[in-house]
């Protein structure tokens, strides 16, 4: 039995991996043409998209920086309250307390994204148009907004668990030590967390990158170059925007598809820098 379990094990590991070489294939045998027929430069780093011209144009740098902006205000005001939350959660909050907010937290996971980016278009918009006194509230800026509170669930989840993992004893030796109880909370039950906090704050770029739904219906979604208070449109959004009449085998479609790539390219630098990172770390 112990061997038939150990084998099972293995299949679904390696079905695992198989799905996630499969991927990568695809999108490399669907984008890479697109990308050699326009040009690596002019592809990555052209200012305009125009699929549907006359001339057509496939520069996805608006998208590119778009996107990285996007992410990082999300993550700017995302993790900062998703961190102190999960500390809230883990060392302060009372037990009563804590089950309450555990279980908003749980019901924010469990909302559809499309419900965030209606709930963001019927309020968020229109009340960002008002106080910014903007033709249009759609924008770059909503979009971080809608973007961070759909990584707190991830953040405060995830690194709750981290921070319930780490030992009693060292909190107790740090509080035998003088140390306060804050203090102890963020010299040592943190810094003995930080690798199951990191890995919060990648899942949430990556649910921050990957996200389309919610960001289509609040960030205007024009082919502008990336500014705070301008209706842009993300890599995810460009893709969702016109695979549905781009043309079978058309080089549109490819060009759809090398965005895909980039997408999928971008999640994996940031997986890799952050495992490097910290194997880095520990190994000092």
């Known amino acids: ?147 961070a509170i759909m990584i707190l669930p991830t953040i405060i989840s995830v690194s709750e668990t981290a921070l319930n993992a780490v030992p009693k004893e060292y909190e107790e030796a740090s509080l035998a030590l003088g140390a306060t109880e804050i203090e102890t909370y963020f010299r040592v039950s943190v810094p003995a967390a930080k690798s199951g906090i990191a890995s919060a704050v990648v899942m949430g770029i990556g649910r921050a990158i990957g996200e389309a739904m919610a960001i289509i219906m609040v960030a205007g979604n024009v082919a502008n170059m990336p500014s705070l208070f301008a209706s842009v449109r993300f890599l995810t959004t460009a893709i969702t925007s016109e695979m549905s009449y781009a043309g079978v085998g058309s080089l549109q479609q490819q060009a759809l598809f090398s965005i895909g790539l980039v997408l999928f390219l971008f999640i994996m630098l940031i997986n890799i820098l952050l495992n490097t990172f910290l194997k880095g770390k520990r190994e000092k």
């Open 1 to 147: 039995m112990e061997l038939v379990m150990k084998l099972i094990f293995l299949i679904c590991g390696l079905i695992s991996v198989g799905f996630v070489l499969f991927i990568s294939l695809y999108l490399i045998v669907s984008g890479l043409p697109a990308i050699l027929t326009i040009g690596p430069v002019e592809f990555l780093f052209g200012t305009t998209w125009a699929s549907t011209a006359a001339e057509p144009q496939f520069g996805i740098l608006p998208f590119i920086l778009t996107s990285v902006y996007g992410t990082a205000g999300a993550i700017v005001l995302g993790v900062p309250v998703g961190f102190l939350a999960a500390v809230f959660l883990s060392k302060v909050a009372p037990k009563r307390i804590s089950r309450v907010i555990r279980t908003a937290v749980e019901l924010l996971a469990g909302i559809p994204s499309v419900v965030y980016g209606l709930i963001g278009m019927m309020v968020l918009v229109p009340a960002v148009r008002e106080l910014f006194h903007l033709p249009d509230g759609a924008s770059l800026f909503c979009a971080m907004i809608v973007l």
